[in-house]
């Protein structure tokens, strides 16, 4: 029997799907993606469960759909006396690390300057599964943290370089105020080894390092990037002073030009992120462990980017709900696309089979297994959406309360905001068939309250 694989799964925040190499998005670099998308499987139709960090995020760590785990909105913590994917990942057998922006301790903003949200037995990473690691705060948490007199490991590390008040000073400047976390593209005034995500990546190989050779090893590296606002180092800038990238789609905001540059920064994040995948390959390499390696990338939701006049997530736009997937290492053959309709939930339940772990829910499919489900429900706060061959059904989304709604409470009832889209026809979402096409939309419906319903039991 072979061993059980080491597991690398890399996570940034916010990376939305199209937006890779092997994508085909015009100007978008990620070489070393592309290179473990060509040998291994890419799931092009990949979605979050719930377009919002936290939720995001504890879908995945619960093994269930949005309806079915309680972290509704950022504010809510994954409770650590639920039964969750790292958990059993440890009783398995693994060393479960971590490290970045874990966003399952979200709401308590209690990381300590450990990142361990407390010390020895009563950290509660290690309450959550984990046998070491760092979390830290996202980029706008961290400020608010600091403002809150909340310590943090990335704060302590500025801070003993003395970069702590360069970068909370630069951060005044990219704030939600007049969009100035987008349209702000100046590059950060911090060096390339202070830069989040080079910190990030560099804790993760420290983990890597330490972790005993006779154990495997879940690694979850959870960058902040590309995740506003879209400060770059002036390194990392330089290599898009004449990038070409595609302008949004339906767009009445801004130049071209503006567009561009934001554009630009946002594809540099993703760039630095790919260069470090590029790094941990060659350590594994380096150490004679790649082959024993599964390799995953994805992440927690996508990025707006001015499409449709809209920035951000918690939107039910393809934009914000598609994210970028791949599988590489041992048993895992080199396929075309899937088109199939999974999600986060599904990639947790992926490791926890690769692993040879027992799941704490009965969702979730196995994304090598072959078939898969027609069919997936998403949503977040009041709205729901399901997606079904090409086509694609909101119910319920409101474009002034959707962001603001914190309870995840679900009205059933029929609703004139209804959107339904040809995605096969109109990956944009320009044309709402809702009027069209009665019938579609009717069935949609029904599936997508059949499948509430289940998740809710």
């Given at each position: 029997?072979?061993?059980?694989?080491?597991?690398?799964?890399f996570?940034?925040?916010?990376?939305?799907?199209?937006?890779?190499?092997?994508?085909?998005?015009?100007?978008v670099?990620?070489?070393?993606?592309?290179?473990?998308?060509?040998?291994?499987?890419?799931?092009?139709?990949?979605?979050t469960?719930?377009?919002?960090?936290?939720?995001?995020?504890?879908?995945?760590?619960?093994?269930?759909?949005?309806?079915?785990?309680?972290?509704?909105?950022?504010?809510?913590?994954?409770?650590?006396?639920?039964?969750?994917?790292?958990?059993?990942?440890?009783?398995?057998?693994?060393?479960?690390?971590?490290c970045?922006?874990?966003?399952?301790?979200?709401?308590?903003?209690?990381?300590?300057?450990?990142?361990q949200?407390?010390?020895?037995?009563?950290?509660?990473?290690?309450?959550?599964?984990?046998?070491?690691?760092?979390?830290?705060?996202?980029?706008?948490?961290?400020?608010?943290?600091?403002?809150?007199?909340?310590?943090?490991?990335?704060?302590?590390?500025?801070?003993?370089?003395?970069?702590?008040?360069?970068?909370?000073?630069?951060?005044?400047?990219?704030?939600?105020?007049?969009?100035?976390?987008y349209?702000?593209?100046?590059?950060?005034?911090?060096?390339?080894?202070?830069?989040?995500?080079?910190?990030i990546?560099?804790n993760?190989?420290k983990?890597?390092?330490?972790?005993?050779?006779?154990?495997?090893?879940?690694?979850?590296?959870?960058?902040?990037?590309?995740?506003?606002?879209?400060?770059?180092?002036?390194?990392?800038q330089?290599?898009?002073?004449?990038?070409?990238?595609?302008?949004?789609?339906?767009?009445?905001?801004?130049?071209?030009?503006?567009h561009?540059?934001?554009?630009?920064?946002y594809?540099a994040?993703?760039?630095n992120?790919?260069?470090?995948?590029?790094?941990?390959?060659?350590?594994?390499?380096?150490?004679?462990?790649?082959?024993?390696?599964?390799?995953?990338?994805?992440?927690?939701?996508?990025?707006?980017?001015?499409?449709?006049?809209?920035?951000?997530?918690?939107v039910?736009?393809?934009?914000?709900?598609?994210?970028?997937?791949?599988f590489s290492?041992?048993?895992?053959?080199?396929?075309?696309?899937?088109?199939?309709?999974?999600?986060?939930?599904?990639?947790?339940?992926?490791?926890?089979?690769?692993?040879?772990?027992?799941?704490?829910?009965?969702?979730?499919?196995?994304l090598?297994?072959?078939?898969?489900?027609?069919?997936?429900?998403?949503?977040?706060?009041?709205?729901?959406?399901?997606?079904?061959?090409?086509?694609?059904?909101?119910?319920?989304?409101?474009?002034?309360?959707?962001?603001?709604?914190?309870?995840?409470?679900?009205?059933?009832?029929?609703?004139?905001?209804?959107?339904?889209?040809?995605?096969?026809?109109?990956?944009?979402?320009?044309?709402?068939?809702?009027?069209?096409?009665?019938?579609?939309?009717?069935?949609?419906?029904?599936?997508?309250?059949?499948?509430?319903?289940?998740?809710?039991?």
């Open positions: 029997m072979r061993p059980k694989p080491n597991i690398l799964f996570f940034p925040d916010q990376h939305r799907g199209d937006w890779t190499g092997y994508f085909g998005t015009p100007g670099k990620t070489p070393n993606l592309d290179k473990l998308a060509d040998r291994g499987q890419v799931f092009g139709n990949a979605l469960p719930s377009p919002l960090c936290s939720p995001a995020r504890a879908c995945m760590a619960s093994v269930a759909p949005y309806d079915a785990q309680g972290v509704k909105h950022n504010q809510h913590d994954v409770d650590p006396a639920d039964p969750n994917l790292y958990q059993a990942m440890r009783d398995a057998g693994y060393q479960v690390l971590g970045g922006k874990f966003d399952l301790l979200k709401g308590s903003m209690d990381w300590g300057e450990s990142g949200h407390g010390e020895g037995a009563g950290a509660r990473i290690r309450q959550l599964g984990f046998t070491d690691g760092i979390d830290n705060a996202g980029k706008h948490d961290f400020v608010m943290g600091h403002r809150k007199g909340r310590s943090e490991p990335f704060q302590a590390f500025l801070r003993d370089h003395d970069l702590l008040d360069v970068h909370l000073g630069d951060y005044e400047q990219r704030t939600h105020r007049d969009r100035s976390n349209i702000n593209t100046a590059p950060t005034p911090l060096p390339d080894f202070a830069y989040g995500d080079n910190w990546a560099a993760g190989l983990l890597l390092d330490a972790a005993r050779d006779d154990k495997p090893w879940f690694l979850q590296v959870n960058f902040n990037g590309p995740h506003e606002p879209m400060d770059v180092t002036a390194a990392m330089s290599r898009w002073l004449d990038a070409d990238l595609p302008p949004p789609v339906a767009s009445s905001e801004y130049d071209a030009k503006q561009n540059a934001v554009r630009a920064n594809a994040m993703i760039e992120i790919d260069a470090h995948l590029g790094s941990y390959l060659d350590f594994l390499a380096s150490r004679d462990t790649l082959d024993d390696t599964v390799v995953i990338y994805a992440s927690d939701h996508g990025e707006m980017l001015g499409d449709h006049d809209r920035w951000g997530k918690v039910p736009y393809q934009p914000a709900v598609h994210i970028p997937l791949v290492g041992p048993d895992i053959e080199a396929k075309p696309a899937s088109h199939a309709w999974v999600d986060l939930v599904d990639v947790a339940a992926t490791i926890l089979h690769f692993a040879g772990a027992s799941s704490p829910s009965s969702k979730g499919q196995v090598t297994n072959g078939s898969l489900a027609s069919r997936k429900a998403i949503g977040l706060g009041a709205w729901r959406a399901i997606f079904e061959d090409g086509m694609k059904y909101v119910h319920n989304f409101d474009p002034e309360s959707g962001p603001r709604s914190s309870s995840g409470e679900f009205d059933p009832a029929p609703t004139a905001s209804a959107l339904l889209y040809d995605l096969d026809n109109d990956p944009g979402e320009r044309d709402n068939l809702m009027a069209d096409k009665p019938g579609t939309a009717h069935s949609l419906r029904e599936a997508l309250l059949e499948a509430v319903e289940a998740n809710n039991v």
